[in-house]
C-alpha cells in the first residue's frame, strides 16, 4: 500500500483509480490507512464476496492473496500481480502510462 503511495501521482497522471480492498472492516481499513498514510480508498470485502468472485481467496488461510489488478475502463483485466510480486507496484505502474501513451 505504501508504494501505491509513493506512486500515487504517476498513477493519477495516467487516469487510473488506485483502490485498495481487503477483507477487513471499514474501521480496521480507515485505521490502517492513517497508520500507514494512505489517501486513497481502502474498501471492505467484508464476508469476501469480491475476494471469492475474483478467485483470490485462500481457504487454508481464511484471507485473501496479495494482489494488484490494473482494471481497464471496460471491466477487463490488462495486468496483474500476484503475492510477493504485488509488493512493487512498477508493473502496474508501467502499464498505466503505457495505456495512455497507447490512447
Same mark, same amino acid.
Given at each position: 500500500?505504501?508504494?501505491?503511495?509513493?506512486?500515487?501521482?504517476?498513477?493519477?497522471?495516467?487516469? =487510473?483509480?488506485?483502490? $485498495? *480492498?481487503?477483507?477487513?472492516?471499514?474501521? @480496521?481499513?480507515?485505521?490502517?490507512?492513517?497508520? +500507514? !498514510?494512505?489517501?486513497?480508498?481502502?474498501?471492505?470485502?467484508?464476508?469476501?464476496?469480491? =475476494?471469492?468472485?475474483? $478467485? *483470490?481467496?485462500?481457504?487454508?488461510?481464511? @484471507?485473501?492473496?496479495?494482489?494488484?489488478?490494473? +482494471? !481497464?475502463?471496460?471491466?477487463?483485466?490488462?495486468?496483474?500481480?500476484?503475492?510477493?510480486?504485488?509488493?512493487?507496484?512498477?508493473?502496474?505502474?508501467?502499464?498505466?502510462?503505457?495505456?495512455?501513451?497507447?490512447?
Amino acid at each position: 500500500m505504501k508504494n501505491f503511495q509513493q506512486n500515487l501521482q504517476k498513477l493519477e497522471a495516467t487516469d =487510473t483509480q488506485v483502490l $485498495g *480492498v481487503s477483507m477487513d472492516s471499514p474501521f @480496521a481499513n480507515k485505521a490502517f490507512a492513517d497508520q +500507514i !498514510g494512505v489517501a486513497f480508498p481502502l474498501l471492505s470485502d467484508w464476508g469476501g464476496e469480491i =475476494t471469492h468472485k475474483y $478467485g *483470490v481467496y485462500v481457504e487454508k488461510y481464511k @484471507a485473501a492473496r496479495r494482489i494488484n489488478f490494473l +482494471i !481497464g475502463k471496460d471491466g477487463k483485466i490488462l495486468e496483474e500481480q500476484l503475492d510477493d510480486s504485488a509488493i512493487d507496484p512498477t508493473k502496474i505502474v508501467d502499464a498505466c502510462q503505457r495505456q495512455r501513451v497507447n490512447r
